[in-house]
């Protein structure tokens, strides 16, 4: 599987952003797709996960109401709808695919997924 993530770029703060990321590979729809990010000088953090089918999802507990994480498994995309940015947001976002397809306790762990698209710089301006 082969991810690429679009859709960053600079926005107010209370703005909103969509990411999207799309795979390439018959496989797609048995994955587990999720978003993590990375602030400079921090370790990449878990941001949501969508399991296989789309009809289960998790988020972290800072984007809970803010973002939403949803597929389109026709499409071979996985999109991030964030809301409500804050500065502290600013991050390169990356979409990660996991064979194990459901919504399990490791999942908010970077090792546990196989595959990763390229990032995406998301900066929120205050």
């Known amino acids: 599987v082969q991810l690429q993530a679009s859709g960053g770029g600079l926005v107010q703060a209370g703005g909103s952003l969509r990411l999207s990321c799309a795979a390439s590979?018959?496989?797609?729809?048995?994955?587990?797709l999720g978003w993590f990010r990375q602030a400079p000088g921090k370790e990449r953090e878990f941001v949501a996960r969508?399991?296989?089918?789309?009809?289960?999802?998790y988020y972290a507990n800072s984007m809970k109401g803010r973002f939403t994480i949803s597929r389109d498994n026709a499409k071979n995309t996985v999109y991030l709808q964030m809301n409500s940015l804050r500065p502290e947001d600013t991050a390169v976002y990356f979409c990660?695919?996991?064979?194990?397809?459901?919504?399990?306790?490791?999942?908010?762990?970077?090792?546990?997924?196989?595959?990763w698209g390229q990032g995406t710089l998301v900066t929120v301006s205050s």
């Open positions: 990660a695919a996991d064979s194990s397809g459901g919504i399990r306790p490791s999942m908010v762990i970077p090792h546990e997924y196989e595959y």
């Open positions: 969508i399991n296989w089918s789309g009809n289960s999802t």
């Open positions: 590979g018959r496989t797609f729809s048995s994955y587990a």
